[in-house]
């Protein structure tokens, strides 16, 4: 028997300002198998029908290049709510992404210069903590989304699972 496949519900757009890489090189030990980059988050927006908020500085995104094409993402940041219905809440968010491309695209990301989102494959798989019991929702859910790199920021859009 084969299950009807699941819908997806837009829930929100983000946008995550990001600072100049910052490169490790790479790592050796027994669970490492790249090089280190980490990318500190400087703020960013929140946009949705149901939340609306601001990223918070001082997050960042702890990246594991496993090849020239391919990136393995962990970022993890803080949003602020905003509007009538959250003021004054905070999510906390993991999110784990990969992103891979052409390795002359990747090089041209890493550099800083602007690369066609459609050229690069990236998603993620977002996890939230939440305090309040009126955003339980986010932690009693499955989430995905796709995003896109630029120079300065990262775009994502965000979709539960139905």
């Not at 829930?11 to 669970?31: C, K, M, R, S």
């Not at 198998?33 to 946009?47: E, F, N, Q, S, V």
């Not at 959250?86 to 990301?109: C, K, P, T, Y």
Request: with cysteine; charged share 20%; aromatic share 6%.
């Amino acid at each position: 028997m084969t299950l009807a496949a699941p819908n997806l519900e837009h829930v929100a757009d983000l946008t995550v300002f990001v600072a100049a890489p910052i490169e490790a090189g790479n790592v050796t030990g027994l669970n490492s198998r790249g090089k280190r980059r980490i990318i500190p988050i400087t703020g960013g927006t929140l946009t949705g029908p149901l939340l609306q908020g601001r990223v918070l500085p001082g997050g960042a995104d702890f990246q594991m290049v496993v090849s020239d094409t391919c990136a393995d993402l962990d970022a993890r940041y803080m949003i602020a709510l905003d509007g009538t219905l959250h003021q004054g809440q905070h999510i906390f968010v993991q999110n784990h992404a990969l992103r891979r491309g052409s390795a002359d695209d990747i090089a041209r990301l890493v550099r800083g210069e602007p690369v066609d989102p459609a050229a690069i494959y990236f998603r993620c798989v977002p996890t939230f903590e939440v305090s309040s019991p009126a955003l339980q929702w986010l932690s009693e859910s499955i989430f995905v989304g796709t995003g896109a790199r630029f120079p300065d920021r990262v775009e994502i859009s965000l979709f539960r699972v139905a």
